[in-house]
């Protein structure tokens, strides 16, 4: 009897200190999502707080919105163009500071600071970089390339790629450090026993410390993945989706449709949806790829 109280009373404990999360997690996470759901099948209109329901009229709209696809290719575009080079100039930076024994933390800061800047004033500082008459149009002048007339974000091929060039610079330094913190848990017995075999330092990062850390690379991939489908903010301060729609992405259609306009709420919420559905096929794929490399 007394242990069946004592265990009550440990219960009771926990779930009193899982309270504050349990509470925010319903107000702010679940309960969000079942009215988002609810509103997209709705043409709610924000100013009188008035809901009609339409059924699935914002989904069938969806596949009849250029906007919408124009949004999605830039999407895709973004993440598939931005991923491989983020994973691979992160790995190279890291295998660099592996190497490296003097300065290591400084090199390992000024690497992640990008990460850690506000993400609005580096994409100002980069507005005035891609601008006609910024510092990367004038160095390309010096030696005798001619940038794009009207700046770089104002030329529809180049917009969405300056963009892309920003945001890998921005997240190298992140997955840089995860993958370092990796490698240093590589057993120094697997090299040891390489260089006696005479292996290669190149032919050593393939065989051992790619597989070693493959599933951070995998938890990084995961990760850069939902960022990347997310990408919203430097679209916001740098372009608003333009020029002619070249920059617009999933998450700007959403907050342009849901707060740009009086009676697209619901439609905003459709598109919301599916980006969710999306980011959650990729995230099961990835992460059975994780599982399978654990």
């Not at 069938?60 to 993440?79: G, I």
């Not at 493959?214 to 919203?232: E, M």
Request: glycine fraction near 6%; proline fraction near 4%.
């Amino acid at each position: 009897m007394t242990g069946t109280i004592a265990k009550r009373k440990r219960n009771g404990e926990i779930w009193l200190l899982l309270s504050p999360w349990i509470i925010t997690l319903v107000l702010f996470w679940s309960w969000p999502l079942v009215e988002a759901l609810y509103l997209s099948f709705t043409k709610y209109y924000t100013l009188t707080n008035k809901t009609v329901w339409i059924g699935f009229a914002n989904y069938e709209k969806l596949l009849r919105d250029p906007a919408f696809w124009q949004a999605s290719l830039n999407t895709f575009v973004f993440v598939i163009g931005t991923i491989p080079f983020t994973m691979v100039f992160a790995l190279f930076f890291a295998a660099l500071l592996t190497r490296i024994e003097r300065f290591q933390h400084f090199y390992r800061s000024a690497l992640f600071l990008p990460s850690v800047t506000s993400l609005v004033v580096i994409a100002l500082i980069y507005t005035n970089l891609y601008a006609s008459g910024g510092y990367i149009n004038l160095l390309l002048k010096m030696v005798g390339i001619f940038g794009p007339k009207n700046g770089w974000l104002l030329t529809p091929s180049l917009a969405l790629p300056a963009i892309m060039a920003m945001d890998i610079w921005i997240s190298i330094g992140y997955y840089a450090v995860l993958f370092l913190a990796a490698m240093q848990n590589v057993p120094k017995d697997f090299y040891e026993v390489a260089e006696l075999e005479g292996t290669s330092k190149w032919n050593q990062f393939f065989t051992i410390t790619l597989p070693v850390i493959q599933p951070t690379l995998l938890f990084a991939l995961v990760l850069n993945t939902i960022k990347s489908f997310q990408v919203f903010t430097e679209i916001y301060v740098m372009t608003r989706g333009g020029p002619l729609g070249r920059t617009s992405t999933l998450v700007y259609q959403v907050y342009s449709k849901a707060f740009e306009s009086a009676d697209t709420m619901g439609y905003a919420c459709a598109i919301a949806y599916v980006l969710f559905f999306v980011i959650a096929l990729f995230s099961v794929v990835e992460n059975k790829l994780i599982n399978r490399a654990d």
